[in-house]
């Protein structure tokens, strides 16, 4: 049983009792303490925003930023009342500027040792804790790059732990516990629909995220990242074989593994040429190398949101999607 299953188990089974103050957690092995319910928490990044918006807590959100998708259609309404900070990094002074009582990321990049808007240090200061997700701290480490490098292939549990630290955080740990029931049911789900379709066992995968440049090797996704995960947890072999979270490799050593299907990320960011998803599927057409793929040939290109290439909660539903399209290619054992 892995430290974040067994983490995940304890926090279930006190999910119902109430969150007892003041709550003392370690988030990327700093220690902070919650001295009551937080009344106003800025959300950095898609992902804990999108899991406070899950968990009932809109109205705790008082400024959010770092988006690369549009919000979930279900919560439309509730983020347009939402001060959007930064579609990017926001800085520090635009966070503290909420006066909030809990500052909380998906990414240590974001508030860590180097933290693009600070440290725990410089919250620690004026009284603010905070917390960063399991899912970057856990079997990651973040010393080389922004993305970082996974020592150990993602977990969901990890991204269950969150939300349960999250909930009992806010002393909502009911909600939370149904949140997370609903993911794992429709995990579950995904395995099982791919099971039923007996896929072959020699399914090759890539997924690709973006190329600061076209014509230079693009970022494609690591063996232990969500997608890792994803193909892992289908039977699908990943031509990547790197432990970092997002490697440049090259299109023609790309095409040596052979890949049954391509993922592209689909995302409204527009900070690098490809991270249109009409750029990419038009590279991918033209390019002399991509266009004699198998998988581009026979048009076998899955579509992404880039966000659900992250640990979040839409990493399940990508999940679904992913099983989905496979069931529409033809990929006969």
């Known amino acids: 049983?892995?430290?974040?299953?067994?983490?995940?188990?304890?926090?279930?089974?006190?999910?119902?009792?109430?969150?007892?103050?003041?709550?003392?957690?370690?988030?990327?092995?700093?220690?902070?303490?919650?001295?009551?319910?937080?009344?106003?928490?800025?959300?950095?990044?898609?992902?804990?925003?999108?899991?406070?918006?899950?968990?009932?807590l809109s109205e705790k959100v008082v400024g959010t930023a770092l988006w690369v998708n549009?919000?979930?259609?279900?919560?439309?309404?509730?983020?347009?009342?939402?001060?959007?900070?930064?579609?990017?990094?926001?800085?520090?002074?635009?966070?503290v500027g909420q006066h909030p009582d809990l500052v909380v990321t998906a990414y240590q990049w974001m508030i860590g040792p180097q933290g693009a808007v600070g440290t725990p240090e410089m919250f620690d200061d004026i009284a603010i804790p905070s917390w960063v997700m399991p899912t970057d701290c856990v079997g990651k480490h973040n010393r080389n790059s922004l993305d970082g490098?996974?020592?150990t292939p993602f977990d969901p549990e990890l991204l269950y732990d969150g939300i349960a630290t999250l909930a009992r955080i806010f002393d909502v740990s009911a909600r939370g516990d149904e949140v997370i029931a609903d993911l794992r049911a429709r995990e579950e789900a995904a395995?099982?629909?791919?099971?039923?379709?007996?896929?072959?066992?020699?399914?090759?995968?890539?997924?690709?995220?973006?190329?600061?440049?076209?014509?230079?090797?693009?970022?494609?996704?690591?063996?232990?990242?969500?997608?890792?995960?994803?193909?892992?947890?289908?039977?699908?072999?990943?031509?990547?074989?790197?432990?970092?979270?997002?490697?440049?490799?090259?299109?023609?050593?790309?095409?040596?593994?052979?890949?049954?299907?391509?993922?592209?990320?689909?995302?409204?960011?527009?900070?690098?040429?490809?991270?249109?998803?009409?750029?990419k599927r038009e590279f991918l057409d033209t390019d002399p190398v991509t266009r004699e793929m198998p998988a581009v040939r026979n048009d076998r290109i899955v579509e992404i949101d880039a966000h659900a290439m992250d640990p979040s909660i839409r990493a399940i539903f990508a999940l679904e999607r992913l099983t989905d399209r496979l069931a529409d290619f033809e990929l006969s054992p």
């Open 1 to 56: 049983m892995t430290t974040a299953i067994a983490a995940s188990l304890c926090l279930g089974q006190t999910a119902l009792a109430a969150t007892e103050y003041p709550l003392t957690l370690s988030s990327c092995g700093h220690e902070i303490t919650v001295e009551r319910p937080p009344e106003r928490v800025v959300s950095v990044g898609q992902a804990t925003t999108e899991i406070l918006y899950l968990l009932g």
């Open 70 to 95: 549009p919000v979930l259609d279900r919560f439309t309404e509730v983020d347009a009342d939402v001060t959007r900070l930064s579609n990017n990094a926001p800085s520090y002074e635009s966070v």
């Open 149 to 151: 490098t996974r020592t």
């Open 191 to 279: 395995k099982e629909r791919a099971r039923a379709m007996a896929l072959p066992k020699d399914i090759r995968g890539v997924f690709w995220y973006s190329s600061a440049d076209l014509a230079i090797a693009p970022y494609v996704a690591g063996a232990n990242g969500v997608p890792g995960w994803m193909m892992a947890t289908l039977g699908i072999t990943n031509v990547i074989a790197s432990e970092e979270e997002w490697p440049t490799v090259g299109w023609e050593t790309i095409a040596r593994g052979h890949p049954s299907f391509i993922a592209a990320a689909r995302m409204d960011r527009r900070r690098l040429p490809a991270d249109d998803i009409t750029v």
